[in-house]
C-alpha cells in the first residue's frame, strides 16, 4: 500500500472535492471529529492515534498514475482539468487542533478540529476517521485492562487476531498509551520504541521428542529471558519436569485451563523449590472481566497477555466517530453550519474543550464552548498541532504519551474509573453554543420552508 | 510500515527461530492453519487473503538495521551469530497448500498448510494468521449481507471504522469476494479492480446556504452519477426540492431516521413524478438484520451501503484462527504431533479436505483425511499455491474469485444459507486419521508418565 496515496479516502470525499474545486468554494471550512456516544460499559475514552494522521497529512499526494485512473473513473466523466491539476499538486495548507495523545475525554468533545480550504479538509475525513478512532478504541480498552490488572502487567499478544498486520501494530502502539507494559509485536517495539515480549509457543514442545528436552534447550539459549509454557500436554508434569532438571527460568506461563487454580498450585510449587523469584504468567482468550475474576479468586499470577480482546476490543469493535462540518468562512463573513436530522444532531461553531478540576486536582466537569470563549478555571485541552499544513510541536516520545494517561487516569474520579462505572461525567456546552444551536435551528428551518413552499 | 519485513511477528516467532537454528534442526515442519470453531451465527466460512499472504511470503525480508534491532534486543544476548546470519539470508524456501479463495469452508479443515524448514515455517505463524483469519471473517460477514439484501446490490461503506485505513482496503477486497457489488474505498478500487461508489454526504449540504443550491450544482457537475442525500435537513422536503427543480439524479439515499417508511414515500413520490429509474439507496448504522427486516417491512430500496458492520464484522470482529505443529519430518523419518490440553485438541498429521456432493450438485459433506488418502467421490479442497518458495499458480483476477463464492453459495444446502442457520454441515474425520490422533495420544501420555516418574 502506498501509505500517503490520496486514494486513501471515500470516493464521496473526491466527488464533493470535485464539487467544491469546480464550483470555485475557496472558503475555509472548520471541521470537528467526535465521538457520538460513549461503546457499552465505557465511562471516558483514551485519545490515540494522532501521530499517524499527522504524519499522512503532512505528506498526503497524488501520483499521476492515480490521477489518471481518477480522469477514468465513470464518476468524473463531465469533471473538468481544474480539479485534477488541483489534484496533482495537491498538499494540505490548513490548521488543526487536536487533544494530545493518551488526553482522557468524553462524548461531544472534539478529538480533532481542521480549519483548511474545504476540499483539502473533505479529502482528509476518511483517513482521519479511521486512524483516529481505531487506536482510541484500542487505548480506551488497554485502559480497561490496566484497571483489572491492579498493578501487574499486561502485554498486548493480539497481532495474530487483529485486523490486518498493520493493523496489529498501531493496536500495540495504542495498548501501550492505554497502559499496557508492552506487545509481542517485534515491528511495532522497533518501530515506536515499545518493549517487546514472548519467548515459546506450545509448537516449540511439539516440534521436540520430549517435553524436558524442549524445556532445557530453550532455557540454556535463554538463560535470562525463558518463559516456560506449562501446558502444553499437562501443567502439573510439566511444573515437576523443570524442577526435577533444574531449568530455573525467569517465568512459567499458563495459556489453558483453570488458570485461577492453576497459578496458585504453581506458584506453591515453585515457592517450596525456593524459586519466589520465578513469576507465573496468564494467557489465553483473557479480557478485563477475566483479569479482574482471576485476581478475585486468589490467582497467584504476576503478568497478562491478552490478544484478541485487546486488539480488536472485541466486545465493542467500533467508536461510533463522526467529522462533522462545524462553521464556513467566506469571503471574511463566518457561517457555522449544524445538522437537525433524526437524531444526529450536531452543534456549531468552532470549538474548544475547557476542563475544570477540583481542590484535590482531580477532573471534576468539562465544558464544550465555542474557541474564542474564555472559561476562567477552565484548562483548554485542544492544542493546536499544526499550522499551514507544517507541525507546530516535535513529535513526543510514545513513553511521553503513556505518562500523560496514566497521571490523567489518576485525576479521573475513582466511580469513573471502575470496569463498570457507577456515574457518568458531566459534560455541558456553554451558553453561547447552545444559543448558537438555537439560531441556526430557526435559520435552517426558515431557509427549509420557504423551499417547500 | 515496511510490508515485506520480517519484524511483522511476535517476539516469541523469532525466539523459537532462534533455537531450532541455533539447535541445528534441520527438519520440515508441517502447519495447518485452521478455524477452532464458527462465530457466533455462522455456518460456513469463505475463505479470503491468499493473496496477500503468499505476496508477503515470497517477498519476506530483513534489513540490516531490523537485525541490529534484534541483537540489540534482550532476549537475544546470548543468542550465537549463526541466528542472525540465518536472518540476514532469510528467505522462504517451503511448499505451500490452501483453499482458493472465494471457497466456502469448515471449523478445522485447513486454510492453508505450510511445509518448510521449522524456523521459516514458525516465523510466518504471526502474518498468516493476521492476514487470512482478518479477511475471512469480513467476506463471511459479506456473504450475510449478500444473503439478507436478496439480489439487491450491497456496498462496502466502512472503510472510516475499520481499524486503521489499510484495515478498511483489506476489508473492501474481502467483502468483495463475499458478494459485494463494490466499495466507497477509491485506493482498494485502484488496486483491485473494485467498482467504487459514493457521491455526496452531509457536509456538501451543510457547506452550502440553500439545500436547493446544493443539490442544482451536484447534479450539473455529475449528470449520471449523482446520488442525491435526502436527510440532511428533512427527506420529504428535500425531496420536492429536487422535484422542483427538475433535478433528476442517478439515486438519491437515506441515511436516516424510518428508512423503510421514507423509502416507500419517496419511491412513491418519484414513480408519481416519472422517475421511476431513479434508484433509492439507503445507509447507515445498517447490518443484516437491519437490510432483512427492512426488505420484510416492504422498504422500496434498490441498494444498501453497508460500514461499521460490515467493515468490523461488528457482532463477531474475531475468528478462533490457530496454526498448529502437524508433522515433523527429519532425517528421513515423519513423526506427527498433536495437542491435548484442556479443550484445545488438535488432530495430528498432514491433511487433505475432501467435498462430497449430492446428485444435485449440493455440498453434503466434507470428510478431513490425511494428505496421501484417496477418498473416491469426494473432490480435495487445498491446491498447491507454492513449491520451493515460489508461487506454483499465477494470481486469480479478484472478480474470479467472486465468482467463485457465489458459486459455491448456490450449492451451499438451502438451510445453511440462512442468516441463522437450521443445520449444521457435516464434516467428519477419516478412520486413519482417528486411528493416528489415539497412537499420539498414547504415545505422549507414555512419554509424560516417564518423565514425572
Known amino acids: 500500500m502506498r501509505e500517503h496515496s490520496g486514494l486513501l479516502t471515500d470516493l464521496y470525499e473526491l466527488t464533493m472535492a470535485a464539487g467544491y474545486v469546480e464550483h470555485g468554494f ?50 468524473f466523466a463531465q469533471v473538468g482539468p481544474r480539479f485534477f491539476d488541483f489534484l496533482a499538486s495537491f498538499r494540505f495548507h490548513g490548521d488543526i487542533w487536536a487533544l494530545p495523545e493518551g488526553t482522557i475525554f468524553f462524548p461531544g468533545e472534539p478529538l480533532l478540529r481542521v480549519k483548511a480550504p474545504i476540499a483539502e479538509a473533505q479529502i482528509l475525513e ?8 481505531f487506536q482510541t478504541l484500542i487505548a480506551t480498552k488497554a485502559a480497561r485492562l490496566y484497571t483489572a490488572a491492579q498493578g501487574r502487567s499486561v502485554i498486548e499478544f493480539g497481532t495474530r487476531r487483529a485486523h490486518s498486520i498493520g493493523s496489529g501494530v498501531l493496536a500495540a502502539r495504542a495498548a501501550y ?26 509448537s516449540w514442545i511439539m516440534a521436540q521428542e520430549s517435553e524436558a528436552e524442549a524445556f532445557r534447550r530453550f532455557v540454556e539459549l535463554f538463560p535470562n529471558h525463558a518463559v516456560l509454557l506449562l501446558d502444553t500436554y499437562d501443567v502439573r508434569a510439566a511444573v515437576e519436569t523443570i524442577l526435577a532438571a533444574k531449568l530455573k527460568p525467569r517465568a512459567v506461563r499458563l495459556d489453558s485451563g483453570d488458570l485461577a487454580a492453576d497459578s496458585i498450585w ?39 497477555g491478552v490478544g484478541t480482546a485487546l486488539s480488536t476490543s472485541s466486545d465493542a469493535p467500533a467508536l461510533g466517530v463522526v467529522y462533522k462540518l462545524a462553521e464556513m468562512e467566506e469571503s471574511g463573513a463566518v457561517r457555522v ?13 468552532s470549538k474548544q474543550v475547557f476542563r475544570f478540576a477540583d481542590a484535590q486536582g482531580k477532573f471534576a466537569r468539562d465544558v464544550i464552548a465555542l474557541d474564542d470563549e474564555h472559561l476562567p478555571g477552565g484548562t483548554p485541552l485542544l492544542v493546536q498541532v499544526m499550522h499551514a499544513g507544517q507541525p507546530t510541536l516535535p513529535q513526543e516520545p510514545l513513553g511521553r504519551l503513556r505518562v500523560r494517561f496514566l497521571d490523567s487516569f489518576q485525576r479521573l474520579p475513582e466511580p469513573l474509573r471502575r470496569l463498570d462505572a457507577a456515574e ?13 444551536l438555537g439560531q441556526v435551528r430557526e435559520r435552517v428551518s426558515r431557509a427549509s420552508s420557504r423551499t417547500t413552499r
Open 26 to 75: 475557496a472558503g475555509r471550512a472548520t471541521f470537528e471529529l467526535f465521538v457520538r456516544h460513549l461503546p457499552p460499559r465505557r465511562s471516558y475514552l483514551v485519545a490515540a492515534g494522532l501521530e499517524q494522521a499527522l504524519d499522512y497529512i503532512a505528506h498526503v499526494s497524488f501520483t499521476s498514475e492515480e490521477i489518471a485512473y481518477l480522469r477514468g473513473h465513470p464518476a
Open 126 to 133: 476518511t483517513y482521519l476517521l479511521s486512524t483516529l478512532s
Open 177 to 202: 498509551i492505554g497502559g499496557c507494559q508492552g506487545t509481542s509485536n517485534v515491528y511495532a517495539g522497533h518501530a515506536f520504541g515499545i518493549p517487546t515480549y514472548g519467548t515459546q509457543a506450545h
Open 266 to 304: 504453581v506458584r506453591r510449587r515453585l515457592d517450596a523449590a525456593g524459586w519466589q523469584d520465578v513469576q507465573v504468567f496468564a494467557s489465553g482468550d483473557l479480557d478485563e472481566d477475566r483479569v479482574a475474576e482471576l485476581l478475585a479468586r486468589g490467582a497467584q499470577i504476576d503478568g497478562f
Open 337 to 349: 453550519a449544524a445538522k437537525f436530522s433524526h437524531a444526529k444532531a450536531t452543534y456549531p461553531g
Open 424 to 436: 457518568t461525567y458531566p459534560v455541558r456546552h456553554s451558553a453561547r453554543l447552545e444559543a448558537m
